[in-house]
């Protein structure tokens, strides 16, 4: 996150003497990616976060291909995946390659009895239905419907939710999520012609410290293992900290799409990027006003990317037989476009409703199962 954020007490200067009312000191911790180079804050802790019990089963939960290569345009319908109690066990990866992890969940319970960190990727959480808070060491973020919430790698968190109705469309990616280079100045604040800027984002609040010892269970996940730790101080222990590197909020709502006078290009629908993906956010908006225009897209050659997009809302232009919760996937190699009569009918309309969060990826994505479970069959003929 380009921008510096503090919250509860730190001390005046870093790696000094900071201490508690009984004259101990507080333990300071730096929480920073990339070596010593990337992003990073300094957090204060009530106790050592050091303080392993024990460690107890590990659980193997890394994705096996049911499809290696695939050439097959898909559709998958998101929300044939079932609700399940743990927000863990809910998620269910769909597609996947060394870069990148999507993933779809339906959880329905609040984690309350174990905390959760993600030790090898960082998580972008897009709330497709539900709400409630994103409860970390570093402070709180409530959740609504349109969010997305980037956590990330290492960072430990709860999430709390509202009701037992909830759909998340996750990306767990192995490289660093920032938002787009091309928006932000040398300094890294976002310039006039970015789509958001700061003051659209969700940072984290109310911070607590909880003084508490006892026997606190952390699952790490870490390379496709799931890491059953046991602590000795509550996890969530933090006085103050401040920096760069922290989890965060934005609302697709928030996002204002860049319109011209004939199509644009994907690019412009950009939210986020990383070294192997990039995530764009498609949002209602004007269609092209040249007289002559044609809002629909032109067939495209992704040739360099395999495209996922998951419908959130409203009719998709380009589509037939589109509903919430699929997720279209259109592999590298072949070209794809819009179905046969959407092209014509999408001359003379004026605007869109439609909301999806689209994922390209570099390298090509394999199926899972589950992916198997809930794909149509028949998509890749749906042109004819
Ligand atoms: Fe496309």
Redesign the pocket.
């Known amino acids: 996150m380009p921008l510096y954020h503090k919250l509860g007490a730190i001390p005046q200067k870093r790696h000094t003497q900071f201490r508690k009312k009984d004259g101990s000191l507080h333990y300071e911790q730096l929480f920073g990616t990339i070596g010593f180079d990337g992003m990073s804050s300094l957090l204060y802790h009530l106790h050592r976060p050091t303080q392993v019990k024990e460690v107890g089963k590990t659980l193997d939960v890394a994705p096996r291909a049911a499809v290696e290569y695939n050439i097959k345009s898909r559709l998958l319908k998101g929300l044939e995946v079932r609700p399940e109690d743990d927000y863990l066990q809910s998620r269910k990866t769909v597609l996947f390659n060394s870069d990148v992890h999507i993933v779809l969940a339906a959880p329905q319970e609040s984690m309350t009895d174990y905390f959760y960190k993600n030790a090898d990727a960082d998580e972008l959480l897009f709330v497709h239905e539900g709400g409630g808070t994103l409860k970390t060491l570093m402070g709180d973020i409530d959740f609504e419907y349109g969010d997305y919430l980037l956590i990330p790698r290492g960072m430990i968190y709860q999430i709390h939710f509202d009701t037992p109705n909830n759909r998340l469309f996750i990306t767990e990616s192995y490289h660093p999520i920032y938002t787009p280079k091309r928006y932000r100045n040398w300094f890294g604040q976002h310039l006039e012609h970015s789509p958001f800027c700061e003051r659209d984002f969700k940072l984290p609040q109310n911070l607590k410290a909880h003084d508490e010892k006892g026997d606190f269970v952390i699952k790490v996940k870490k390379q496709g293992q799931l890491h059953h730790m046991v602590y000795a101080t509550h996890p969530f222990d933090v006085v103050g900290w401040d920096g760069y590197n922290f989890p965060y909020g934005f609302s697709i709502h928030n996002f204002e799409p860049i319109t011209g006078r004939v199509h644009q290009p994907?690019p412009v629908h950009q939210t986020f990027e990383t070294s192997a993906f990039v995530v764009c956010s498609f949002c209602p908006r004007l269609y092209d006003y040249h007289p002559e225009a044609i809002p629909a897209?032109y067939n495209?050659s992704?040739i360099d990317s395999d495209?996922v997009?998951y419908y959130v809302d409203g009719d998709f232009m380009s589509r037939k037989g589109i509903d919430k919760g699929y997720i279209s996937l259109?592999p590298a190699g072949i070209p794809?476009?819009p179905h046969p009569g959407t092209y014509e009918a999408s001359i003379g309309k004026k605007g869109t409703e439609e909301l999806a969060v689209?994922v390209d990826t570099f390298k090509p994505l394999q199926l899972t199962q589950a992916a198997l479970d809930i794909d149509d069959g028949t998509y890749y003929q749906s042109w004819l």
């Open positions: 994907p897209p495209h992704n495209e997009l259109h794809h476009g689209m």
